[in-house]
């Protein structure tokens, strides 16, 4: 990754213009590391006998000179310990091309997800994903959909810098504490039914829809992430390619050589219900083989004690024809989740920093000011986004604008949690809703209830 040095500072930290500061001076009590940063041209230089101070460094320019002056970051850095303004830790995860590692910027101390991939083993069909990973996660703005902050590429290493999910996954929760409680299951089911929503009004499929891949970040908030296997399809578009997680797999995918994506989604979210409710998956068996024998079968136990209304929208979404199975709209309208008020997909934000350096201060929101006050606190001037332009998330000053840009969302309460208000309103886009879901055919006589 190419470092982000100030003006007039060279890679080595020697000056290479003409200081912003105010004289040298003695380096005095500073750190050894940056005593060359003092060495300034004559034109700096006070002509009289009293002593001015050295300017202070900001934070990104002691960065820079760390990264390239400290032997212990420089170590870092050459055995993989960071990555471009990222330190980098502990395991969290892995996937079939990846793993993914915490890291923690530098600047901001934020921590993040940074998913690493080997390009030597990145083919084209795995750069094809990749590919529309990035894209997937840039087009996408909801506060349950996993954020992407910056690429940074090695020689031999891609790394994708994502939003930290420190709650882990949803599968893990359940596996270790068992089902949810009725009342969790409609806050967390109407979180990945608003995120999935709004990936198909984008006609993004994301064909990897699982447990495994949804996130807590905090005890009643979670996120879909993994975006690996999406792609870029249209409701009435045919797909071909098998993809995602035997036990979340449709019956088409095994039947017919092309399906619809949404319906794939669709029925991976039933799945999911499936388990979140009783902690068991509907299909289970000791092979693939078997597995597939049973999907394509679709017989699975309904347990009695799950409530009626959340088991006749189980019913209407593990439909064997995709065009029976309930519409998102549909399952938002069902009375199991009628009392939710739903998370709201978030209005499109700038992806790119550079209308802060294009705009004046009475143009920009009040989270933009906000943040671009922050970047100068860092170090980081217009001049820096002016010159970042056409970079998008391959730099670091992206990153560092669409983390703090994500912490300003935070703080004014965008990641609003649903509301279960235990009583069915009476406004009339509720009952809309319930209209719409009585339409539909429940039974099915390949369910079993006990």
């Not at 003006?7 to 020697?14: E, I, L, T």
């Not at 892995?94 to 934020?110: E, M, P, Q, R, Y």
């Not at 979404?317 to 995709?322: D, N, S, V």
């Amino acid at each position: 990754m190419t470092a982000v040095y100030p003006s007039g500072v060279g890679p080595a930290g020697a000056t290479v213009g003409s200081s912003r500061g105010s004289g040298a001076g003695s380096t005095g009590g500073q750190d050894r590391r940056y005593a060359r940063w003092s060495r300034q041209d004559s034109s700096d230089i006070a002509t009289d006998d009293e002593a001015v101070p050295a300017r202070q460094l900001t934070p990104l320019e002691r960065l820079n000179l760390d990264m390239c002056q400290d032997d212990r970051v420089v170590r870092e850095l050459t055995v993989g310990r960071r990555i471009g303004f990222y330190k980098v830790r502990g395991e969290i995860g892995c996937g079939n091309f990846s793993h993914v590692k915490l890291g923690i910027h530098a600047l901001t101390n934020d921590k993040v997800a940074i998913k690493i991939l080997d390009k030597t083993k990145l083919d084209q069909k795995t750069q094809r994903l990749l590919s529309r990973e990035i894209s997937s996660m840039e087009r996408l703005h909801h506060p349950n959909i996993i954020r992407l902050y910056e690429v940074v590429e090695t020689l031999s290493r891609l790394h994708l810098v994502m939003e930290y999910a420190a709650g882990g996954e949803l599968y893990t929760k359940i596996s270790m504490e068992g089902k949810l409680s009725d009342v969790d299951s409609k806050i967390v089911f109407s979180q990945i039914l608003s995120a999935v929503k709004h990936m198909h009004d984008n006609s993004i499929i994301h064909r990897d829809l699982k447990a495994e891949n949804v996130f807590y970040t905090c005890s009643t908030c979670v996120k879909v992430g993994d975006f690996g296997f999406s792609t870029l399809s249209r409701r009435d578009e045919t797909l071909n390619t098998f993809c995602g997680s035997p036990p979340y797999a449709a019956p088409e995918l095994f039947r017919d050589e092309h399906y619809l994506g949404v319906f794939v989604d669709i029925w991976a979210l039933g799945v999911m219900l499936f388990f979140m409710v009783t902690g068991t998956m509907p299909f289970r068996a000791d092979t693939v083989a078997k597995l597939k024998r049973c999907i394509l079968e679709g017989a699975y136990v309904l347990p009695s004690w799950v409530q009626e209304p959340c088991q006749r929208l189980i019913r209407g979404i593990l439909q064997p024809q995709p065009s029976d199975r309930c519409s998102v709209e549909q399952m938002m309208g069902c009375e199991w989740l009628l009392p939710i008020d739903f998370p709201r997909a978030m209005e499109p934000f700038k992806l790119d920093p550079s209308y802060l350096a294009e705009s004046t201060p009475s143009e920009l929101e009040e989270d933009e000011a906000e943040v671009r006050a922050a970047l100068e606190i860092l170090g980081i001037t217009l001049e820096h986004i002016l010159n970042n332009q056409g970079k998008d998330c391959r730099s670091s000053v992206t990153g560092v604008y669409r983390i703090l840009l994500h912490r300003a969302h935070k703080r004014r309460a965008v990641e609003s949690m649903p509301v279960v208000t235990h009583v069915v309103g009476s406004s009339v886009s509720k009952k809309d809703r319930l209209k719409a879901y009585h339409s539909l055919r429940h039974t099915s006589k390949l369910c079993v209830i006990l």
